[in-house]
């Protein structure tokens, strides 16, 4: 049915297992296509945190010169790792129905939750996820935690840390969920977390309406609201943002939390609106964030970043 479509991957084996994902579903409608799996910036730079790195879409630049250049036709994201601002000629074209959004302990053994006298050590490489740690648990220690997520599961086996947060979704696409690990329910999730993207280039009208075919509407718009919220806080600086939109019947229930780089301010919102006027809702709920205190809370943020750069 018409040219094959190239579909670009990054190479590690959740990224595979998106675009594999992809790929069915596009192969279902009859369509014709071959994975072109290309190494992202991300990928290469191990030894520094992402926020030591100071580049919006660390894991999709590759991907969008790829596209640009003609290179590959479409490209399948995990959606959190997107910037909000997409390059000047892609488009956002297909959102896929979103998997379970929560974080996720793995661990050596849980027992230490319940100490609180005690100082003990978690790894994960998200300001998010450690800020959200270190409001709940403060006198433990946060440790850097980089790599795909094969890499990232071995690290924690061979170093002495208690236990490393990862995305539900993730191991659970490529089947490494371990059954004794403990789900962070009271963890907001990233913006878009456990969500996959599809984009292509804004003059690509042959792939845009394919792509319009595999779209799950209720994702779109839940993901919709927490980039919105992510995208009106930020202003292209790196901060620890959580954000989750659920869909209810004909209403949407939003939670979004902005805090501190050391866990130790929050500064959380939470309301419902009806779909009829979900338009600017997450918009909306950043500005409220940003009333309460949130203006000088990123102020701050952008200086100690600025700092580390």
Same mark, same amino acid.
């Given at each position: 049915?018409?040219?094959?479509?190239?579909?670009?991957?990054?190479?590690? =084996?959740?990224?595979?297992?998106?675009? *594999?994902?992809?790929?069915?579903?596009?192969?279902?409608?009859?369509?014709?296509?071959?994975?072109?799996?290309?190494?992202?910036?991300?990928?290469?730079?191990?030894?520094?945190?992402?926020?030591?790195?100071?580049?919006?879409?660390?894991?999709?630049?590759?991907?969008?010169?790829?596209?640009?250049?003609?290179?590959?036709?479409?490209?399948?994201?995990?959606?959190? +790792?997107?910037?909000? /601002?997409?390059?000047?000629?892609?488009?956002? !074209?297909?959102?896929?129905?979103?998997?379970?959004?929560?974080?996720?302990?793995?661990?050596?053994?849980?027992?230490?939750?319940?100490?609180?006298?005690?100082?003990?050590?978690? $790894?994960?490489?998200?300001?998010?996820?450690?800020?959200?740690?270190?409001?709940?648990?403060?006198?433990?220690?946060?440790?850097?935690?980089?790599?795909?997520?094969?890499?990232?599961?071995?690290?924690?086996?061979?170093?002495?840390?208690?236990?490393?947060?990862?995305? /539900?979704?993730?191991?659970?696409?490529?089947?490494?969920?371990?059954? +004794?690990?403990?789900?962070?329910?009271?963890?907001?999730?990233?913006?878009?977390?456990?969500?996959?993207?599809?984009?292509?280039?804004?003059?690509?009208?042959?792939?845009?309406?394919?792509?319009?075919?595999?779209?799950?509407?209720? !994702?779109?718009? =839940?993901?919709?609201?927490?980039?919105?919220?992510?995208?009106?806080?930020?202003?292209?600086?790196?901060?620890?943002?959580?954000?989750?939109?659920?869909?209810?019947?004909?209403?949407? $229930?939003? *939670?979004?939390?902005?805090?501190?780089?050391?866990?130790?301010?929050?500064?959380?919102?939470?309301? !419902?609106?009806?779909? +009829?006027?979900? =338009?600017?809702?997450?918009?909306?709920?950043?500005? +409220?964030?940003?009333?309460?205190?949130?203006?000088?809370?990123?102020?701050?943020?952008?200086?100690?970043?600025?700092?580390?750069?």
């Amino acid at each position: 049915m018409g040219k094959i479509i190239r579909i670009g991957t990054r190479e590690s =084996e959740l990224a595979l297992w998106q675009a *594999k994902t992809v790929q069915a579903k596009l192969e279902a409608l009859g369509h014709d296509t071959i994975l072109v799996p290309i190494t992202s910036t991300g990928d290469q730079v191990l030894d520094k945190p992402l926020y030591e790195l100071g580049i919006t879409g660390i894991f999709t630049k590759t991907l969008d010169v790829a596209l640009l250049k003609g290179q590959i036709d479409i490209a399948v994201h995990s959606m959190k +790792d997107v910037p909000t /601002q997409l390059p000047k000629g892609i488009v956002q !074209s297909a959102v896929l129905e979103r998997a379970v959004a929560h974080d996720i302990l793995v661990h050596k053994g849980a027992d230490f939750l319940e100490n609180h006298e005690n100082s003990f050590t978690i $790894a994960t490489g998200s300001l998010r996820r450690k800020a959200q740690w270190l409001h709940k648990y403060p006198n433990h220690n946060v440790v850097d935690l980089r790599g795909n997520v094969n890499t990232r599961l071995l690290k924690l086996i061979e170093n002495d840390w208690q236990g490393a947060i990862f995305a /539900q979704a993730g191991l659970e696409r490529i089947k490494l969920m371990p059954k +004794d690990a403990v789900i962070l329910d009271w963890m907001i999730p990233a913006p878009a977390q456990g969500a996959m993207v599809v984009v292509t280039l804004e003059k690509d009208t042959h792939c845009r309406q394919i792509l319009s075919q595999i779209n799950h509407a209720p !994702s779109e718009m =839940e993901t919709k609201v927490e980039r919105e919220f992510l995208r009106t806080l930020e202003g292209g600086c790196t901060a620890p943002i959580g954000a989750l939109a659920q869909i209810q019947d004909s209403t949407l $229930a939003f *939670k979004g939390v902005l805090f501190s780089l050391d866990g130790k301010q929050k500064l959380e919102i939470e309301k !419902s609106i009806s779909l +009829d006027d979900i =338009e600017d809702f997450g918009k909306n709920c950043a500005k +409220d964030i940003l009333n309460k205190g949130g203006d000088a809370l990123m102020q701050a943020i952008r200086d100690e970043n600025s700092a580390i750069h």
